[in-house]
Each structure stands twice: as structure tokens, then as C-alpha cells.
């Protein structure tokens, strides 16, 4: 009878303070986490410093209580998974010597989780999803095109060269003073609008990089245009209507860049039958039916992780963990925390690709 394989898995990359439990039959056995909205609402964004003292302050407990909700003694891990970036330096040194302490005191194997990869994986925990597979890999840092071809293996087709799609979801809802974080004010504003299409004329705005054969994105213009209308309305200014027409946008914006990877994909990978989208984006749910339809239509089976499974998560590091332990591929104590990690190191040096 083979063992069971358990994982600890530790998240600190961001603004979430996070600790998950799995095992090798795909069960999660805890997901605890801690959103920190409240600390950083006031500055309408993550601040680095206050976000790593909360993670600081809280982790301890959190693990304590994964623990407690699996039934488990740190004696009945496997192994210790913890993100090692990309992230904001602070918080990802937290979760690491975190974790690295753990499976020093109890002699459990290390892994340093590259957080992107974490997100990558987690469809296949979810639903059991075979490599090859392409990747659009959407979040408030990061916006990717990737083909999956194994653990570890990335091949990047397009990235952001500017601003992330989350990044211009939360700028453009602080200019609407829509509330943090922007992304679920912004459907729910956007599901008021009456008429959608009406909206799109009254408040017309760019889509950056559409029809060039480079499949990498640009939101800055958006955020941009989204500025401009803010300023030029004032008071007067029908958010409703705005925040319809940017969600349009961007659903238009990222299904335009995808069926081209789709193509691409289909073409070099003809075993590959997946689309995955990933990230706290994929929680969007135009967004989500919006690439469901173009997998379909390009005749790819779609997934995309459960809503609480999108954001930062425990879950997905102890599952990329999973991944790595059945491989053999652990860490030394002394891998260091890296606040930039391409999946694709081909990919080139990019401000948000990670």
C-alpha cells in the first residue's frame, strides 16, 4: 500500500496570509486564509511594509489552526511548501523562514514554490488536467499567455508589458471611488448598466495591441482612458455605465490575445486539448464566460479553478509542493526568496511578468 503524501503548503506572496493542507488523493484537508482589505484599504492599495507585518503577526496562528481543522501533528507531514516569490520581498521572507523552520525542526523535506506555478498547477488538483495545456495566467500582478508542459516547464507566448489586468481593474475603480479591492466593485457597478452597448458609445475606450501578431498585453492606455473620462465627466460621470464598458474592454482584450495563442497552441501541441485561466482575474465572471466561449468555439475543453481557489491560497502551494515531492525535487534551507521568477526564464526581464 503506498503512503499517504501530505504537504503543508504556506502563501505570504502578497496580501493574502494564507496555509494549506492536501494530500496525495487530491483532498484539501484545510484552507485557512486571511485577507488583510482592512489594513490597506485606507491607501487604496497593498502597502508593502504593513502587509508583511500582518503576516507576520498572523501566520503562526493560521498554520496553528490548519493544522487543528486536518487533525494533524506537524509530525504527520511529508513535507513544508512555502512560496519563495515572486512577490513583495517582505511578506515572501515571512512564509519562507516560516516554513523552512517547520520542516527544519521536524526533518520534513523544503520546497520553494514559485507562486506563479502554484497558480499554474492548481487545475491540476481540481481537475486532475494533463500537460500539455495553455495557460492565460491573469491577476493583479501578472498577466500571462503560457503553455504548460510539465512541472517546471513553461513556455511564455505573451506577457503584459505595462500594467497587469488586475493592476488596471484596481486603479481605474480608485478613480471611480468604487472601493478596494476594485475588481468585485467593478463587475457588481457593472452589472447596474441597463444597456451595455449604449454604454460602450457613451464611454469608448482603447484596445491596446489588438490585431498585432505579438501576443503580449497593454493596459496602461486603458487606465488611462478610463482617467480621462473620470476627469472629463466630474460629478456627472454615469460609473455604471464606465465600469460596463471597461469590463467589455477587457473581456474583448484578452479573448482577442487568447484565440491567437489558442491557434498557436493547437497547432505545436496537438496532443494539448486544455485551456486554463488562472489568477484572481479568472474570479471576473465576464471574463470567465467570456474565454469559456472561445475554448469551446476553438475546440478546447476549458477550466478554470473554483472561485475560492482563484486568489492567493494555501491550497496551490501545498499542491505545487505535492507536484514537486512525487518528482523528488526538493530544496535546500538555503534557497533564497526572489522577488522576481519567470516561469519562462526566455521570457525576458518585464517590469509585471514576475
Known amino acids: 500500500m503506498t503512503e499517504e503524501i501530505i504537504i503543508l503548503g504556506i502563501e505570504t506572496s502578497c496580501d493574502e496570509t494564507a496555509a494549506g493542507i492536501v494530500n496525495s488523493k487530491g483532498e484539501i484537508l484545510a484552507n485557512r486564509l486571511l485577507t488583510q482589505v482592512d489594513e490597506h484599504k485606507m491607501y487604496g492599495g497593498v502597502v508593502p511594509e504593513i502587509a508583511a507585518r500582518a503576516h507576520l503577526d498572523y501566520l503562526d496562528k493560521l498554520i496553528e489552526k490548519a493544522m487543528v481543522d486536518a487533525g494533524l501533528n506537524f509530525s504527520d507531514l511529508s513535507a513544508v511548501a512555502a512560496t519563495c516569490g515572486p512577490g513583495l520581498i517582505g511578506g515572501v521572507m515571512v512564509g519562507m523562514m516560516s516554513g523552512k523552520a517547520i520542516a527544519a525542526s521536524q526533518n520534513l523535506p523544503f520546497i520553494g514554490i514559485n507562486h506563479l506555478e502554484a497558480h499554474a498547477l492548481t487545475p ?37 508589458i505595462d500594467d497587469a489586468i488586475g ?5 481605474s475603480g480608485r478613480l471611480m471611488d468604487l472601493g478596494y479591492p476594485a475588481g468585485p466593485y467593478i463587475q457588481k457597478t457593472a452589472e447596474q448598466c441597463a444597456d451595455p452597448a449604449a454604454a460602450r458609445a457613451k464611454y469608448p475606450l482603447p484596445t491596446p495591441m489588438k490585431g498585432r501578431k505579438e501576443l503580449d498585453f497593454s493596459f496602461s492606455g486603458l ?26 474592454t477587457m473581456v474583448d482584450i484578452v479573448c482577442e490575445r487568447t484565440e491567437k495563442a489558442m491557434k498557436i497552441f493547437k497547432r505545436e501541441y496537438p496532443a494539448g ?20 466561449i472561445l475554448a469551446k468555439q476553438n475546440a478546447l ?54
Open 223 to 248: 487606465k488611462t482612458a478610463v482617467r480621462n473620462h473620470v476627469q472629463k465627466e466630474g460629478d456627472d460621470l454615469d460609473k455604471a455605465a464606465l465600469c460596463s464598458s471597461l469590463q467589455q
Open 167 to 171: 493592476e488596471c481593474f484596481d486603479k
Open 124 to 160: 491540476r488538483l481540481t481537475d486532475s488536467l494533463e500537460f500539455p495545456f495553455l495557460l492565460l495566467l491573469i491577476s493583479g500582478m501578472n498577466t500571462q499567455l503560457l503553455v504548460v508542459e510539465g512541472v517546471g516547464s513553461y513556455k511564455c507566448l505573451g506577457k503584459t
Open 273 to 292: 486539448t486544455g485551456f486554463v485561466i488562472s489568477g484572481g482575474v479568472a474570479a471576473n465572471r465576464p471574463i470567465r464566460e467570456g474565454l469559456s
Open 301 to 354: 475543453d476549458f477550466f478554470a479553478p473554483p472561485l475560492n481557489l482563484c486568489g492567493d491560497n494555501g491550497v496551490m502551494i501545498a499542491w505545487a509542493g505535492m507536484e514537486r515531492y512525487k518528482l523528488g525535487q526538493y530544496d535546500t534551507l538555503d534557497i533564497p526568496a526572489r522577488p522576481r521568477w519567470p516561469l519562462d526564464p526566455n521570457e525576458g526581464r518585464v517590469a509585471t511578468s514576475g
